[in-house]
Structures are given as structure tokens and as C-alpha cells.
């Protein structure tokens, strides 16, 4: 289940929308400090079904909608889609029933201002929160305490106390 | 469950004690359960002998060692339970050029099963991906994707070293 | 004592009100007080705003801008109680080049007072600094002092601009 | 009272009698991960007479002495020794009398392996500690909360709750 692309407006610092095609197998994003690097990686864990603000570096969760700037004024709503290959028949199995045929699978998520609601979309149908962490459960994209790595999460590990470490391997278990 | 996470444990540490080596050009480390009898509340340990040098626990390591040595046990888990895509923010940061030549080497390995998202301000790092996504603040606050650059290069001999003919 | 301690957070208060917009090219930063009335217990928060963006607490910003900002009161301190030298290990690891060329043109302003020891890892810093020591451990788990660099050319156009004849 | 030259033997990872000269302004340290750069900023600590081994990374005071790799055995003992140019009079002014007229003030410590009891020189008279910590205060090199920024210092100071940042400020005062 390969990343096809990212749709990103609206979200933290992309007020205008922004298509990150993801077809290689290393991909590198650079940029200065503060230019918004962070916040695909936010974006992709906030379209995962992400539900702690403080995991997406936020005090509530209408923080990751952009807040105006200088020359802008904050956004509406904040909105995400990630594009998911569906090409790999081992892949498409573990997904539930309704979704095996698909040859992609986009998962949108949008929170509008001040509504506080989240709504979330497969396949551009309206769907719930427990569909959206039911396809990355199954397809393993779901296991982000080891395939997410934030800045600063490095050194976390090193100085964790041991209980701590245990949910790397409980999340891999 | 219990015996879910003794297996994970086993099985990841299996390749931690492999692949540490690896990455370091020679030493060993190992995982270590803080309380064997108890799986469900046990911590976890890591015991690191970079080439050379005396066994220790990861905190007595160098801050670049230190960071590796993490690096390593994340690979290691990957390895375990890949996932379809992987995302690195700013690890290779404490890493010394020769580290990030193993880092990128260790994550080339992976790309058969896994995408990786890389991101970086180290140039070393940004000659081994495949594309290279720029993101500025032209307009302050905003942030804007720019220039693509395709390592063709990077990504052919890579895909040679691999698949040999 | 609370005269002290008062006299001294308005002193680099005023510097770091002033250092941050220079060091960043922009925006403005300033030290709080948690608690103005009580001098012995009070503690110091730190506000941030980039150019161009909101003005907020340290904890929200990028992790550059946050490393880049602590840099910024540190020679904050550093201005308002100069200290005969100072030792900085791996501070500009999280720093983009821009933010490394501001960083070492601080340190290089400060130095008609004091003298500066820089560990890093980047090229970038490696060229601004007036001698350049390796250490390496051929035998492991020994260190060894070899190669000294200086950088004439570094030190002697520094020297021209802090001096103009 | 800038440093003129550091000297360390069987300290840490210098197990061989290493000269460092610091004759620059900027001096730069470099070297592959784990080489030794940080062990230099500790047996600068350790030699103005830090006391705490958490403060030199380590578990006791004798986890400076070299402890032995594949090709070498134990170090005897861990001595470092600092030399300071003292040609400013205004920075020999801020020291204690019987110092004052030295071109050069050089600071040695030694600790042997099983002794436990640390053994401080001024000029290559024993002196007890507070001797060499009345040197330092009064020069001002001994500030160290803020002189001496170790590796991962800089992300304490950016999380550190209020209360703890206070000490910079301390220092300074
Ligand atoms: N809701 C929001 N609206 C507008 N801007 C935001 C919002 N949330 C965060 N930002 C801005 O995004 C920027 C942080 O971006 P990010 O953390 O992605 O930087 P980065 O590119 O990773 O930088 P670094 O290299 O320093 O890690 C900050 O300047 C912050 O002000
Ligand atoms: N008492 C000791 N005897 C022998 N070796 C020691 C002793 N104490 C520390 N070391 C070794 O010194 C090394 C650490 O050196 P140091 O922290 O200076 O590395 P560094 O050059 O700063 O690396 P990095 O770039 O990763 O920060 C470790 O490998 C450690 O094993
Ligand atoms: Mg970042
Ligand atoms: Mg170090």
C-alpha cells in the first residue's frame, strides 16, 4: 500500500492547496527551518485518523487549521486526502470487503472552524472515524510508533525509561 | 496479548543483534527485558558495544552513537513488521558522514518493501533519495512545494545493486 | 538575591529583545516573568515570533526555530555577562545554512570579548571558524588529536571587518 | 583569560597525553561520532572542578579515568590540566593576590584509579578545590550554565518548564 500523493489545504501552514506526488520509493523533503517540513509529516498522521492535538504538536485539535498569517486570514476549514496504491492483490486482502477492487484508496479528512467535528471520506464516501483506523489496521499503515518518526522521537527512545520503550515492540507485537 | 509480545520481542531483537553490526561496521548490542517473568509490564534495555569498545547501556554511548544505536532498533523493528511506508524527520541530524552513508544504505535494503519518506538538511542525504520535494515560505506563514529534482542516477545504480542481472 | 536576579533578567531581557529580530532577520521574541512579584521563584518563559508569523510560546515553533531562538538567548546571556570563553557542542545540528551562517556571525561579533570552541559536524560552520582540530580514534576507544587547519583567510577578512582601517 | 592550551592524559577516551593549543578565537573541534569531541568539553568541566559525574555522563567520579579498550588496559589515573593566559590586567585583577602576576595560570587535576580523592595545582602548587573554584568565580570563567552549552543542552532549554530555565538567569546574575 504504496502512497500515491497527498492533498494538503488548509492544513497548518499549506493554506493554499498543495499536491505532494509520492511515486518512488525514497522520497526527500527539504527547506528551511520553519518552512512547513513538519507539518506533511502532521498532516499524513491527522489523515491516519490521528485523535491527540498534543501527537500533531497542537493544544486542541483546531489547531491544525491554518491561522492566518501577515498577508492571509485563517482558513475555513483544514482538509487532507492521502492516495494509497491498491494495485498489490497481498495488499488489496487485507482491506475490508467493500474496498478489495479499488485499484486506489483515498482517505479525506476535514475539520471545518469552530464546528469541532471531524468528517472523514473513503473513495470520496462519507464514512466514520473506526472505518478510517479499520483500513490501516488491516493494512499495517496503521503501526505509526515505529514507521512515523518525528523529529526529536530519536533521542526519545535513547532516553526513554524502559517501561516506556515497551510500546515499540507492543505496537510491532 | 503475552505471547504476542514475547514473540515481537524475540523476533526483533533477533535482528537487532544482527543488524547493529551492520550498521556499525562491527560491535554487537542486544535487547534485554527488564523482567523476563513478566511480559505484560516488562521494559526493555538496550545494550550497545560499538566496535572497539565496552558494553554499555545506550545512555553511557556519544550523542551521534546514541542516536544510531536508536536508528538501528527502528530498523530492526521494521525489519520485523514492515510497514508500507516509513517516515524519517531530521534523524539523520547527530549523524557523522559516514553514518549517513550507512543510514541510507540500511534504508536502500528496505525499499523493497517499503517507501520511505526522508526529511533532511543534510546534502549527503539528499544525493542518495530518488526525488527531492523543496518546501519554502516565499510568503511568510505559507509554506509552497517547489522544485522536483529526480535523482535519476541515485535511483538506477541503487535499483542495479539490488536486482543484479 | 532579588535585586540581583531582576537587574540581570531586564539586562538580557533587553539583549534578547534585541539579538532575536537580527538573528532571524525579523520578527521579535522577549523573556516573561510566570510570577513579576516573587523574584526568588519565578520563572522564565520565552515568546517567539518569527517574521511573518504568529507570535506564540517556544514549544509551538519548528524544531529549528526553537533550537535557533534558545541560540538566541544564550548569546543573549552571553552579551550581558561576557564570559571569557564559551564551548558549543553540536548547537547548530537542527540549523538550516542560512541559519548556520547567522549563527556563526553572532558568535564570530562576539569575539573582541571572548573566544568560542564549536563542535560540529557541518561543513558549513567548519569553514567560519579561524582553526580547525580533528579527533579520531584509528585505535579504537582511543582518541587522537590530528590534523590542525587555519584558516588564514577566514580570520584575516573577519579581522579586516571587525577592524576597518 | 582566554585558554592557551589544554592537556589531558588518561582521561575519558584520551588515554595518550593529548595537547590541545587554543591560540584562535574561533576554535573549531571535528570527527566522526563517538571519536572524543564531547569527552574534550568534559575534561574541560572536570579540570574547573566539576563535581557531579552526571555532569561528566557519567555513573561515579571514577568513570573519568580510561577504562580500558580491546588494545589498552586501564589508566592509573585521569589528569587534565587547563593553562590560561593571564596578560590582561584587568582579568588579573579578578584573581586572587598570589596569582596575580603569573603571565599564565594553569589549572591541573588528577584522580587516581581506587583513591577516590581528587588532587588540584595552580601553577604546579597543590591547592584544595575551593581554591581553584575561587579562581574561577572571580574570573568569571566559572559560569558555566551558560558558557558551556554540551550536546542536547539547547533542546533542555527550548522544553524545560519555567521554573528550571531560571538558572540561566541566576548564573548571570
Ligand atoms: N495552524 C497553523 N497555521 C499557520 N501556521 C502554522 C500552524 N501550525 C503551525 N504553523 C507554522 O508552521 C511552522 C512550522 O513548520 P514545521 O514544523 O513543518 O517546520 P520545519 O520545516 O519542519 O522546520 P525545521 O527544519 O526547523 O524542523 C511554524 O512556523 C508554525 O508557525
Ligand atoms: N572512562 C572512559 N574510558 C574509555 N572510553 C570512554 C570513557 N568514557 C567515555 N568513553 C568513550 O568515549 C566515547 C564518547 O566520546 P564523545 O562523547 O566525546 O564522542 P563525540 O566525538 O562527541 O561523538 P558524537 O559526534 O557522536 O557526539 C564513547 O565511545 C565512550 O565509550
Ligand atoms: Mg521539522
Ligand atoms: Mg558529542
Not at chain 1, 6 to 20: A, N
Not at chain 2, 119 to 147: C, F, N, W
Request: net charge neutral.
Amino acid at each position: 500500500m504504496h502512497i500515491k500523493k497527498l492533498e494538503i489545504c488548509g492544513f497548518k501552514s499549506f493554506v493554499d492547496r498543495t499536491v505532494i506526488q509520492f511515486d518512488h520509493d525514497v522520497i526527500g523533503i527539504v527547506g528551511p527551518n520553519g518552512c512547513g517540513k513538519s507539518n506533511v509529516v502532521d498532516a499524513i498522521r491527522w489523515v491516519m485518523g490521528e485523535q491527540s492535538a498534543k501527537a500533531l504538536r497542537g493544544k486542541a485539535m483546531g489547531d491544525v487549521i491554518f491561522a492566518g498569517s501577515e498577508s492571509r486570514q485563517q482558513a475555513g476549514f483544514a482538509e487532507v486526502t492521502i492516495t494509497f496504491d491498491n494495485s498489490d492483490p497481498a495488499g488489496a486482502q487485507s482491506l475490508p470487503l467493500e474496498y478489495r477492487d479499488y485499484p486506489e484508496l483515498a482517505v479525506t479528512r476535514r475539520l471545518f472552524h469552530g464546528d469541532g467535528s471531524n468528517e472523514y471520506c473513503i473513495n470520496k464516501i462519507p464514512v466514520r472515524l473506526r472505518d478510517v483506523t479499520d483500513v490501516f489496521l488491516g493494512t499495517g499503515v496503521g503501526r505509526k510508533a515505529y514507521s512515523i518518526v518525528e523529529q526529536g522521537k530519536i533521542g526519545l527512545i535513547v532516553s526513554a525509561r524502559p517501561e516506556d520503550r515497551r510500546i515499540l515492540i507492543e505496537e510491532a507485537a | 496479548s503475552e505471547r504476542l509480545f514475547e514473540h515481537a520481542f524475540t523476533g526483533i531483537n533477533r535482528r537487532f543483534t544482527e543488524l547493529f553490526p551492520k550498521m556499525f561496521r562491527g560491535g554487537k548490542a542486544e535487547l534485554r527485558l527488564t523482567n523476563p517473568n513478566d511480559m505484560l509490564e516488562t521494559g526493555i534495555e538496550i545494550l550497545a558495544q560499538p566496535p572497539g569498545k565496552r558494553l554499555g547501556h545506550i545512555e553511557l554511548m556519544s550523542g551521534g552513537e546514541k542516536a544510531f544505536t536508536a536508528v538501528s532498533l527502528l530498523f530492526a523493528i521494521f525489519r520485523y513488521k514492515p510497514s508500507p511506508f516509513c517516515i524519517l524527520d531530521e534523524v539523520d541530524a547527530p549523524l557523522d558522514d559516514a553514518n549517513i552513508d550507512r543510514y541510507v544504505e540500511a534504508i536502500r535494503a528496505m525499499t523493497d518493501r517499503s517507501q520511505f519518506i526522508i526529511i533532511t538538511h543534510s546534502k549527503r542525504t539528499m544525493q542518495a533519495v530518488d526525488v527531492l520535494y523543496g518546501v519554502t515560505m516565499q510568503e511568510p506563514g505559507v509554506s509552497k512545494l517547489v522544485g522536483v529534482r529526480v535523482n535519476e542516477a541515485a535511483a538506477r545504480s541503487e535499483h542495479k545493486r539490488a536486482n543484479p542481472a
